[in-house]
T-cell receptor
Framework: QKEVEQNSGPLSVPEGAIASLNCTYS??????FFWYRQYSGKSPELIMS??SNGDKEDGRFTAQLNKASQYVSLLIRDSQPSDSATYLC???????????WGAGTKLIIKP | DAGVIQSPRHEVTEMGQEVTLRCKPI?????LFWYRQTMMRGLELLIY????????DSGMPEDRFSAKMPNASFSTLKIQPSEPRDSAVYFC??????????????FGEGSRLTVL
C-alpha cells in the first residue's frame, strides 16, 4: 500500500461543474495536509493547506479532512479551463514536517 | 520577494560529467528542500536543510549525489559522475517554520537535467 494514494486520472469535468479530488494516506500520526497544483512543465504551487478535521474554504477551493477515515479531498467549484492541471496531495510524515507525496491526479476541465 | 531562484533552467551533459545545480531560497525561510521529479517516480525528496544544516539526506540516491548549504541564501546539489538515469527535473523549495507551516513549500522553477 502506498503511503499517499490518489487516482491518477485523468478526471474530466465540464466547465462550471464541481471537480472532486480525493487522497488517502496511511500514517495515522500525520498532522498536516496540503494540495499543490502543477501545470504541465511548471513547478508545484501550494493552493490549500489543512491541519484539522472539517472543511476549509478559500475562494472556489474547499479542502476537506477526515482523520478518522484517513482521507483528504479538494473540491473546486465553478471549474474553469485554467484549473486543468495535475493536483498533488502531500501529507506530513507523522509530526515531522517532511512531506509524503501522492502521484497526482490529472484534471481536465472541458469547455 | 523574487521567490526561489534556481539555475540553470536546462542542462544537457554527457555521462560521466559533473553537474552542479544552484538554488537561492526565499529570504527569511529557514527550511530548504531538494526534490527530483520523474514520470515514473513522481516527486522524491532528496535532502533537506534547516538553518543551513542537513537534516535528512536519506533520499539521496547514492554517493554520486552531494548537497551543501554554505549560507542561508545559497545551496548546491552536485552529481559526480552523472549517469543517464539521473535525467529528471530537480526542484529546490523553501519554507518557513513560522506558525508551524514548514510544509507550505515555495518551489523554484526547476532545473531540467538531461544526461546523454
Amino acid at each position: 500500500q502506498k503511503e499517499v494514494e490518489q487516482n491518477s486520472g485523468p478526471l474530466s469535468v465540464p466547465e462550471g461543474a464541481i471537480a472532486s479530488l480525493n487522497c488517502t494516506y496511511s500514517d495515522r500520526g500525520s498532522q498536516s495536509f496540503f494540495w499543490y497544483r502543477q501545470y504541465s512543465g511548471k513547478s508545484p504551487e501550494l493552493i490549500m493547506s489543512i491541519y484539522s478535521n472539517g472543511d476549509k474554504e478559500d475562494g472556489r477551493f474547499t479542502a476537506q479532512l477526515n482523520k478518522a477515515s484517513q482521507y483528504v479531498s479538494l473540491l473546486i467549484r465553478d471549474s474553469q479551463p485554467s484549473d486543468s492541471a495535475t493536483y498533488l496531495c502531500a501529507v506530513s510524515k507523522g509530526s515531522n514536517y517532511q512531506l509524503i507525496w501522492g502521484a497526482g491526479t490529472k484534471l481536465i476541465i472541458k469547455p | 520577494d523574487a521567490g526561489v531562484i534556481q539555475s540553470p533552467r536546462h542542462e544537457v551533459t554527457e555521462m560521466g560529467q559533473e553537474v552542479t545545480l544552484r538554488c537561492k531560497p526565499i529570504s527569511g525561510h529557514d527550511y530548504l528542500f531538494w526534490y527530483r521529479q520523474t514520470m515514473m517516480r513522481g516527486l522524491e525528496l532528496l535532502i533537506y536543510f534547516n538553518n543551513n544544516v542537513p537534516i535528512d539526506d536519506s533520499g539521496m540516491p547514492e554517493d554520486r549525489f552531494s548537497a551543501k548549504m554554505p549560507n542561508a541564501s545559497f545551496s548546491t546539489l552536485k552529481i559526480q559522475p552523472s549517469e543517464p538515469r539521473d535525467s529528471a527535473v530537480y526542484f529546490c523549495a523553501s519554507s518557513s517554520n513560522r506558525g508551524g507551516k514548514t510544509g507550505e513549500l515555495f518551489f523554484g522553477e526547476g532545473s531540467r537535467l538531461t544526461v546523454l
